[in-house]
């Protein structure tokens, strides 16, 4: 049976002071406890806390657990300038998180950003994403999101480094799971615990409509980030299966409320797959989609992913999709795929760990995918459900 206590960094300040009350303890201990809880990283025993009397260390260690992503491995590629961390949750289940450096430029500071995950596994069933692959496991708790950021900010702190900043981009739909994750935001961008201010994070849609008119009615929080990855509904319907719920219409213009309720600029990535969403017809409806939005797009070449017949575009037609949004007065950036920088990339760790899917059935989704993209580069609208768990 998985461990029933709360984990201690999601539980919200009020609930921290009433549990202290209950022990006959001053509110100050609070202040205590939240700072050997988050500077740095903070600790993941309570028996580290040696600012309290043994006793309460010892209720507490009983009450709340300090860490719920301890049992962690860790990877490291592009010459120790990305960091995946596999995260195995109390209950067995796997997400991800990703650490990536960015060195100091002559423009920019030094960079350290967290891509992190909001669910085990995903509904939304993106085809070229390994998350997408394993399906939806279950919504992660409060903790188990913060405690992925202070499993990196620990990692940096060995260095004397610290997180600049933290994009929901991982594992999972973030807007499906929508109140923990403004709950971890609060607790990511509140002073008196991880203190990251508000545009140094991120939260990632695939276009759930009632998500970001939630977001809006809140004001400015953070960064909203849309993966678009098509312009087309009969494209997206294949590409982002939730476009069958929400059209691209209706996605970019809730976005649209959005960025004029908040002043806050919209991010939209586009994954670009070869021969599927890089032709010059979906350059040119990307640009005639978002002319004149408060808008900024991230053109991503495609991670390979095991059981996709789809490769990413290659860097010519990249450019010259940017070049035909950047006449369209769309600010648009060629990010250099760092194997995790989206979502499309996260989830291949915990897949491979899931195993391999039988050969036939590789065989029959590739061949699905083949079809279904080819009549949709035809412009036929796709007759597949809506999947199973979202947008009810
Ligand atoms: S790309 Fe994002 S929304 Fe799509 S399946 Fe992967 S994790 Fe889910």
Redesign the pocket.
């Known amino acids: 049976m998985s461990d029933q206590r709360p984990g201690l960094s999601g539980l919200p300040p009020h609930e921290l002071t009433e549990w202290l009350a209950a022990q006959d303890e001053p509110a100050w201990r609070a202040r205590q406890i939240a700072d050997a809880l988050w500077t740095g990283g903070g600790v993941t025993d309570a028996a580290a806390i040696v600012t309290l009397p043994a006793g309460l260390r010892g209720s507490l260690g009983a009450f709340a657990r300090l860490d719920t992503v301890g049992d962690t491995e860790t990877q490291v590629t592009d010459g120790g300038l990305t960091e995946k961390a596999l995260h195995r949750l109390d209950d067995g289940v796997l997400i991800e998180s990703v650490l990536m450096h960015y060195p100091a430029t002559r423009g920019s500071r030094e960079r350290h950003t967290l891509c992190l995950s909001s669910q085990a596994g ?1 509904a ?3 085809p070229f ?1 390994a ?2 692959e394993l399906g939806f496991g279950r919504d992660l708790e409060t903790a188990e999101i913060l405690d992925q950021a202070r499993h990196a900010a620990r990692r940096l702190a060995t260095e004397g480094k610290r997180l600049t900043n933290i994009v929901f981009m991982g ?3 973030p807007l499906l799971n929508l109140d923990r994750v403004l709950a971890a935001v609060e607790a990511l961008n509140d002073p008196r615990r991880f203190g990251l201010g508000a545009r140094h994070i991120t939260v990632s849609t ?1 276009g759930v409509v009632p998500g970001i008119r939630r977001l809006t009615s809140l004001g400015p929080q953070f960064t909203l980030a849309v ?1 678009l990855h098509a312009a087309r509904d009969a494209l997206r319907d294949v590409l ?1 299966p939730l476009n069958r719920r929400w059209p691209v219409a209706e996605v970019v213009g809730a976005a649209r409320d959005h960025a004029a309720a908040t002043g806050r600029r919209i991010s939209y990535e586009v994954t670009m797959i070869g021969g599927v969403n890089d032709t010059p017809e979906d350059a040119d409806a990307l640009a005639g989609l978002l002319r004149g939005d408060h808008a900024h797009v991230n053109l991503i070449p495609m991670n390979p992913v095991a059981h996709t017949p789809w490769t990413a575009s290659p860097m010519p037609v990249i450019e010259s999709i940017a070049a035909t949004l950047r006449a369209a007065g769309i600010e648009t950036t060629i990010r250099r795929n760092r194997g995790q920088e989206v ?2 990339a ?2 291949q760790l915990a897949a491979q760990r899931a195993g391999e899917p039988p050969a036939p059935a590789v065989a029959r989704r590739r061949e699905r995918l083949v079809l279904a993209s080819a009549a949709a580069l035809r412009g036929e609208r796709s007759d597949e459900p809506v999947p199973a768990g979202v947008g009810e």
Request: glycine share 30%; hydrophobic share 25%.
């Open positions: 995903c939304v069933g993106c994403c998350t997408g594992m999972g739909e695939s993966s982002v979502g499309a996260c989830g």
